[in-house]
């Protein structure tokens, strides 16, 4: 998968991938960018030929069980600088995102830094339960 990838951000306690950073502007063909594992799947869909049909489906219900909130971000016009935390706070990784860049995030915490005019597009699983149920400032 390293090849999609701008920056995977592992944690220094036990290795395991606390965020990936990825550049849109860097791919070329149809693919996810997330493990099957993961508890947030990512795609992404380049359409080379005139027409693409997807079959009609719908989506099994699947009982998932899931310990941790997971974060998708995205820059459609500007910037976004971040910070990216293990649980115990300890500065992982920095960087900027710009446009058509995105950054998911399984575990951990961060921060952001957002350029005024910035257009961003963020997706976490659901539902959320308040402030004082899913977040714990650092």
């Known amino acids: 998968m390293s090849s999609k990838l701008t920056r995977e951000i592992r944690s220094s306690s036990n290795g395991n991938v606390v ?8 791919i070329t063909k ?20 005139e027409i693409r049909v997807v079959n009609r489906h719908y989506h099994k219900e699947v009982c998932r069980s899931i310990k941790n909130t ?30 058509n860049m995105a950054l998911i995030q399984f575990e951990g915490g961060h ?14 699983q659901g539902p959320y339960l308040g402030v004082s149920a899913d977040k714990e400032y650092l």
């Open 70 to 99: 997971a974060e998708f971000l995205m820059v459609i016009k500007g910037s976004v600088k971040f910070q990216i935390y293990d649980r115990s706070s300890a500065l992982l990784d920095e960087g900027a995102l710009y446009e």
């Open 30 to 49: 149809t693919t996810f960018l997330s493990e099957d594992a993961e508890s947030l799947q990512i795609g992404v869909a380049i359409e080379n030929q």
């Open 19 to 26: 965020a990936r950073v990825f550049d849109f502007n860097q």
């Open 111 to 124: 921060s952001f830094e957002i350029a005024k005019g910035t257009i961003f597009f963020e997706l976490k």
